[in-house]
C-alpha cells in the first residue's frame, strides 16, 4: 500500500514538473502571443535621433517590439571587428543607449543585420566574398557591394561581428535582412546568376555539373535552383544552431517568427490582406506571423507614404486574425516627412494594446471553412464571402480541422486527387456539407454515381437559366429580378443517379447580334449545380468556375447562387448572421478558453477605383447571433460601451449597432460556467 502511494505521488510530482516545464518554456516564447512591433530601419544620419523622442513615441504608440538596426552594413555600435563599418555620424553607443532605454521601458528589441552588402572599402580587399554577375562583374550601389552566400563573407566572417553583438548586447531578438541568393539591386536592375569562384567550386561539388552561365529553363539550370534553395536552407540552419547555442531564448524572424511585407501602393485588391493573413497563419505551427505595412510609397519614393485607409487595412487584417502588427518606416516616427496616415495607425496600435485581453488568446472561429485552391475560383469566392458577412477561415484538407466547419467550401475541386477526395468524403459522411465549384472531383463518391459526358468550352453568348423552383430552393431575394446569368467560362455535362438534386440549367451559346436576332431558341437540361444528401451530411457542387466569374465581373447574380447555395440548397446555419452593405467585411474569434467570441467588422467604403479614402459612416447594420454559452454581456470596444440586450426564444440574441466608422468590435463575453 505504501508503495502504491509513494508511487502515485511521485507520477503526480512528474506531471507538475512536466506542466511547469511547459508553461516555462511557452513563457520564453514570448514571440507566441501577437505584439505591436515598429520596424525602425535607420539611415546612418539617424544616429543623431533625439532618443528621448523615439522612445517617447514607441510609448505613446503602445508599441512593444522594435526591429532596431544594429550592424551588417552599417555598425550602429562601436564595433571592433574589421570588415564591419562603424556609422560614422554616432558619437558612443547608439544601440546600447537606446536598448537600455527600451528595456527600462518593457519594450523588446529585435536587431537587424544585413550582410547582403558590404563596403567597397572593404570589398577592393576581399574580392573573393563578392557576388559576380553573368558579365563578370561585381554591383556596387551606392558604395555598397553585393556579397555572394558562398563566399567567405557570408560563410565565415559575419559571425565575429554576429558575436560581438550578441555577446555585448542582451538583444530580445535577430533579423537577417535580403538573406540567399540576390540577383538584382535596389533598381531592380537584373544581374543573372552569381557566377563567382565559390559557386562554381560548391556547385560542381553539388551536382557534377559546370554552373549554368544564365537563367533558362534548361535541367542544369533547374538543377542550380534547387542548389540555391539547399544552400540557403544549410544557411539558414547554421545561423540558427549558431543564435540559439548563444542565446537559447532568442526569437528568429523566419524560424520563429514568419515575416513578409505588404507595400504596393494601391494595394493588390481589397481583400488580399485579408486572405494573406488567414493563409499564413493556417500553416503557422508553433510560430507566429508578422506581415509589416509599409510607410513608403514604393521602394524609389522611400520618404513618401501609401494612403492612411490601404495601411490601415493591413493592420486591421493582422490585428484580427491573430497576428503581429507590424509598420515599417524610415528613420524615427518624429522624422518621417509624410505623416498623413500616422494617428490612423497609432490609433489602431493603442486599440490593440487598450484590448488586450481579447486579442492575444484567440483561434478562429469562423461558420465556413474555405480550402485555398483554385486562383481566381477562389479569389472570386473569397470576395463573395467578404461582402456577403460569411465568416469564414481557411483550412486544409484534415479530418480534424475539417470538423470545426459545419460547411466547407472546396473551390476548383477537379483537381483533387484519391487521398483529398477521401478525405471529403469522410467529412460529408460524418455530417459536414460541402460546396464544390468548377468540376466533380474523379473518386468522390458523396455524389454517388457521376459520369462526365462533356467539358464545354467557354462560349460567347452562354447562360444558366435561373427557374422558378431554382428561385425558391436558392430563396435569394435578389434573384427575384434576375432569369439567368451569364456564362463565360467552361460548363461541365454530367449524368448523375436519380437521387441527385439537378438545380439551374445550360443555356447553350445562341445568337447575340445583329440586334434583331438577339434571341436564345434552347434551354438545355444540363443543371449547373447538382447536390446529394450522403450519410449524415450533404454535398453540392456548382458545374462550371462560379468563383473565377466573380473574380473577373463581380455581378451580382453570381453571388446570390453561391451564398443561396451555402444558406439555402446545404443548409448552413450561420451562427452570425450580419445585415450590412457589401463593403463592410467581418472577422469571427473565440477564447481559447470559452470565455468569450467577437465578431470585428471593417468599414471598405473608402475605396473608389485607385483612391484609397477614409470611410463614411454606415448606419443600421444588424447582428444575430447565436452563442454557444449563456452571454454575460455584450462589449463594443471601438464605442467602449456595453449593449443591453435581450435572448430570443431561438437562442439567438440581435443588436443593432450604433454608426460603423471605420472599425468595431462586437464581443458575446460569456457567463463563468462558476458563477
Known amino acids: 500500500m505504501k508503495t502504491e502511494r509513494f508511487l502515485t505521488i511521485a507520477c503526480l510530482f512528474s506531471l507538475y514538473l512536466v506542466n511547469v516545464a511547459r508553461c516555462e518554456d511557452q513563457a520564453s516564447q514570448w514571440w507566441l502571443k501577437p505584439h505591436r512591433m515598429l520596424q525602425t530601419n535607420l539611415r546612418e544620419i539617424d544616429a543623431t535621433m533625439d532618443v528621448d523622442k523615439y522612445i517617447q513615441d514607441l510609448k505613446d504608440w503602445k508599441i512593444n517590439v522594435v526591429k532596431f538596426n544594429v550592424g551588417g552594413i552599417v555598425a550602429n555600435y562601436p564595433t571592433e571587428v574589421k570588415y564591419h563599418w562603424r556609422n560614422t555620424f554616432m558619437k558612443g553607443d547608439l544601440t546600447d543607449t537606446v536598448l537600455k532605454r527600451l528595456h527600462a521601458e518593457g519594450i523588446r528589441m529585435a536587431g537587424r543585420f544585413d550582410v547582403s ?14 557576388y559576380v554577375s553573368e558579365a563578370g562583374k561585381n554591383v556596387n550601389y551606392n558604395g555598397q557591394v553585393h556579397t555572394c552566400l558562398s563566399g567567405g563573407y557570408q560563410q565565415e566572417y559575419m559571425y565575429k561581428f554576429l558575436a560581438e553583438a550578441l555577446d555585448r548586447y542582451p538583444l530580445d531578438g535577430v533579423f537577417f535582412n535580403m538573406s540567399g541568393y540576390q540577383r538584382r539591386d535596389y533598381s531592380r536592375n537584373y544581374h543573372g546568376i552569381c557566377q563567382c569562384d565559390n559557386c562554381r567550386r560548391l556547385f560542381k561539388e553539388y551536382s557534377g555539373l559546370d554552373l549554368p552561365p544564365t537563367q533558362d529553363n534548361s535541367a542544369v539550370y533547374r538543377k542550380y535552383v534547387k542548389f540555391t534553395r539547399d544552400m540557403t536552407t544549410k544557411q539558414n540552419n547554421k545561423v540558427k544552431k549558431f543564435f540559439k547555442d548563444k542565446r537559447p531564448g532568442l526569437m528568429l524572424y523566419v524560424m520563429d517568427v514568419i515575416r513578409s511585407e505588404s507595400g504596393a501602393p494601391l494595394g493588390r485588391g481589397a481583400y488580399y490582406d485579408t486572405d494573406k493573413v488567414k493563409s499564413a497563419m493556417l ?49 524615427p516616427l518624429n522624422r518621417l516627412e509624410d505623416r498623413a496616415a500616422l494617428n490612423v495607425l497609432k490609433n489602431i496600435y493603442r486599440f490593440h494594446e487598450a484590448n488586450e485581453q481579447w486579442f492575444l488568446d484567440t483561434k478562429p472561429a469562423g461558420d465556413v471553412g474555405v480550402v485555398r485552391r483554385g486562383g481566381n475560383e477562389y479569389q472570386g469566392i473569397l470576395q463573395i464571402l467578404c461582402e456577403g458577412q460569411v465568416s469564414f477561415d481557411l483550412t486544409e484538407l484534415d479530418p480534424e480541422q475539417l470538423d470545426r466547419f459545419p460547411l466547407v467550401i472546396a473551390p476548383a475541386a477537379g483537381g483533387l486527387n484519391r487521398e483529398e477526395t477521401t478525405v471529403l468524403d469522410d467529412y460529408v459522411k460524418r455530417g459536414g456539407k460541402l460546396l464544390l465549384t468548377q468540376k466533380v472531383p474523379k473518386y468522390l463518391k458523396s455524389l454517388g454515381k457521376v459520369k462526365l459526358l462533356e467539358s464545354r468550352p467557354s462560349e460567347m453568348g452562354a447562360y444558366v437559366r435561373i427557374r422558378p423552383e431554382d428561385k425558391t430552393a436558392l430563396a435569394k431575394p435578389s434573384l427575384d429580378d434576375l432569369d439567368l446569368v451569364f456564362l463565360g467560362g467552361e460548363f461541365q455535362v454530367y449524368e448523375t443517379d436519380n437521387d441527385v438534386a439537378k438545380m439551374l440549367r445550360l443555356i447553350p451559346a445562341d445568337m447575340f447580334g445583329p440586334p434583331e436576332k438577339c434571341y436564345y431558341r434552347h434551354v438545355s437540361d444540363h443543371p449547373a449545380l447538382i447536390g446529394r444528401k450522403h450519410g449524415k451530411g450533404a454535398v453540392a457542387c456548382f458545374t462550371f468556375g462560379i468563383g473565377e466569374h466573380y473574380a473577373r465581373w463581380a455581378h451580382q447574380g453570381h453571388a446570390a447562387l453561391l451564398l443561396g447555395a451555402i444558406d439555402n440548397i446545404l443548409g ?12 463592410v467585411e467581418i472577422n469571427q474569434r473565440a477564447s481559447r478558453h470559452g470565455k468569450f467570441e467577437w465578431i470585428s467588422l471593417y468599414n471598405h467604403i473608402g475605396q473608389r477605383g485607385n483612391a484609397m479614402h477614409m470611410p463614411v459612416p454606415i448606419s443600421g447594420i444588424r447582428i444575430d447571433f447565436k452563442p454557444q454559452k449563456s452571454v454575460r454581456a455584450i462589449r463594443l470596444l471601438g464605442a467602449n460601451q456595453e449593449l443591453t440586450f435581450t435572448k430570443r426564444n431561438d437562442g439567438r440574441i440581435t443588436i443593432v449597432l450604433p454608426p460603423l466608422n471605420h472599425y468595431e468590435i462586437v464581443v458575446f463575453e460569456y457567463q463563468d460556467e462558476r458563477d
Do not use: C, D
Open 117 to 130: 552588402k558590404i563596403n567597397e572599402k572593404f570589398a577592393a580587399e576581399h574580392p573573393e566574398w563578392l
Open 283 to 331: 500553416t503557422m505551427g508553433r510560430k507566429q506571423y508578422n506581415n509589416t505595412a509599409n510607410h513608403f510609397f514604393e521602394m524609389p519614393y522611400r520618404h513618401a507614404g501609401s494612403a492612411p485607409s490601404l495601411q490601415a487595412r493591413r493592420l486591421w487584417a493582422q490585428a484580427v486574425n491573430g497576428a503581429w502588427l507590424g509598420f515599417y518606416i524610415m528613420g
Open 572 to 583: 448552413l446555419e450561420r451562427r452570425a448572421v450580419v445585415t450590412a452593405p457589401p463593403l
